[in-house]
Nanobody, 121 residues
Framework: QVQLVESGGGLVQPGGSLRLSCVAS????????MGWYRQAPGKQRELVAV???????NYADSVKGRSTISRDNAKNTVYLEMNSLKVEDTAVYYC???????????????WGQGTQVTVSS
């Protein structure tokens, strides 16, 4: 009954920018942490950025200074803005959320299906 849907991916030229969105829907009671991960072909999935319910953020060294993660708690949505995109940023970007469902005692992690980001000229 919980679903995370990403959007905003696509083809971008090096140096360009994009904004990814992820909306969590379903029988959600509360959302703790929301974040973005990415996985390039032949590589392991890695953390890009994470944001807590209080607004505390953390970024991977590879995107620090050119990325901004934010969230709209009222809309259960998390965003990732990336600037000065590099070819190395090419990957499938996945949304992740640690949340608690209505009438459930515990919280657990959920994943979106991913959105492709390709940086190429």
């Amino acid at each position: 009954q919980v679903q995370l849907v990403e959007s905003g991916g696509g083809l971008v030229q090096p140096g360009g920018s994009l904004r990814l969105s992820c909306v969590a829907s379903g029988s959600i009671f509360s959302i703790n942490t929301m974040g973005w991960y990415r996985q390039a072909p032949g590589k392991q999935r890695e953390l890009v950025a994470v944001i807590t319910s209080a607004g505390t953020t953390n970024y991977a060294d590879s995107v620090k200074g050119r990325s901004t993660i934010s969230r709209d708690n009222a809309k259960n949505t998390v965003y990732l803005e990336m600037n000065s995109l590099k070819v190395e940023d090419t990957a499938v970007y996945y949304c992740n959320a640690f949340l608690r469902q209505i009438r459930e005692f515990r919280s657990r992690g959920y994943w979106g299906q991913g959105t492709q980001v390709t940086v190429s000229s």
